[in-house]
């Protein structure tokens, strides 16, 4: 009962926090999210210097951004940096999504160590450095659709999830994966805010689901190392589903037979199920899930089944019902 009390703004739709026109030129969608001061007309370049990043790349271990993965999306346009670096959902810090990136200086990203552990026969603390040396870094340019009805086409760096399992060896009783966010409360300032919220974020997949060559391991973003707001030092990107599931700034990996328990699923999970699956025929309960808006530049598309992935993943959900 704990967590139903709390009604915050969460998960609207787009077009319910913003009025259609402010979308319909770039310029003033910018400004609208505050990239663009003084109502001066100025071109990209110009925005990104006049809004330096609170958020900016941790310290640490060299950066490796592989090299890109010409099989992923290699026609779609990229998103705008700005917007994927300035529009994000990271509720430890703040509902308010163009204000995450102005929250997240204290909080610290090196050291940092995964725990990788449960039902596997080689549990393992993995440090940053190992992530970034001991696994195949290449760039992929994923889809990626928010349950609030809108995208982004993004760059992302790392390595399959795929790799990590394989070298945790899970036994055959283990199902599923879990994963969990950091739980620094000093350092993050929306935890307070919202008390009644089953924190620390969590989030799952099925095996099978973390196994498909799809699942990926992003420590960068646009080339560089991620920033604080997109999940760094490490999160998780599963783009043939909802973007919460794309758990940011991961601290432990457990194999478990059983379904792991999320934080959505556990607040409400008639709005947010655990499979959590892009489709456009499903709405969610409160709005359409038909069409999303293109954030940079408002947009609106078709929504699609598995978010485009489904000639991949589609095998994964052969009991679909819709
Ligand atoms: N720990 C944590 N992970 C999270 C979230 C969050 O609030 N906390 N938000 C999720 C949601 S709803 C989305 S849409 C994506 C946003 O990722 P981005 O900010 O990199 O675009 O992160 C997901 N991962
Ligand atoms: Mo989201």
């Not at 077009?15 to 979308?23: C, D, K, N, Q, R």
């Not at 370049?45 to 790349?57: F, M, R, V």
């Not at 920033?227 to 490490?234: I, T």
Request: charged letters at 20%.
């Amino acid at each position: 009962m704990a967590h139903v009390i709390v009604r915050p703004p969460w998960h609207l739709p787009e077009s319910a926090i913003t009025p259609e026109s402010v979308y319909h030129r770039r310029r003033e969608f910018l400004r609208a999210l505050g990239f663009v001061g003084g109502g001066l007309a100025v071109g990209l370049p110009a925005l990104s210097q006049a809004a330096p990043q609170a958020g900016s790349s941790p310290k640490g271990p060299a950066f490796n951004p592989g090299s890109r993965n010409p099989e992923h999306n290699p026609t779609l346009r990229l998103s705008d940096e700005s917007v994927a670096i300035g529009y994000n959902n990271y509720y430890e810090f703040s509902t308010t999504k163009t204000r995450v990136r102005e929250l997240v200086g204290k909080f610290r990203t090196d050291p940092w160590t995964i725990d990788v552990g449960g039902l596997c026969e080689k549990p393992m603390k993995l440090g940053l450095p190992d992530l970034l040396a001991g696994f195949p870094q290449e760039e992929r340019v994923y889809r990626f659709r928010c349950v609030e009805a809108w995208s982004m086409v993004v760059p992302w760096n790392g390595f399959p999830l795929a790799e990590l399992i394989t070298r945790a060896k899970p036994k055959p009783e283990a199902r599923f994966v879990a994963f969990t966010t950091v739980l620094r409360p000093e350092e993050m300032p929306g935890i307070a805010r919202m008390p009644d919220y089953p924190w620390p974020y969590t989030e799952g997949l099925r095996l099978d689901e973390a196994m498909h060559p799809l699942s990926f391991v992003a420590t960068g973003i646009y080339g560089k190392a991620l920033p604080k707001q997109n999940g760094a030092p490490v999160r998780l990107v599963v783009p043939w589903k909802y973007g919460y599931k794309s758990i940011k700034s991961i601290v432990r990996i457990e194999f478990t037979s059983k379904q792991p328990s999320t934080l959505w699923e556990t607040l409400n999970p008639r709005e947010y199920p655990f499979e959590s699956n892009v489709d456009p025929q499903v709405p969610h309960p409160r709005w359409s899930q038909a069409t999303e808006r293109v954030v940079d530049t408002g947009e609106r598309i078709p929504t699609l089944y598995l978010n485009g992935y489904a000639p991949l993943v589609g095998k994964l959900y052969p009991n679909r019902k819709v």
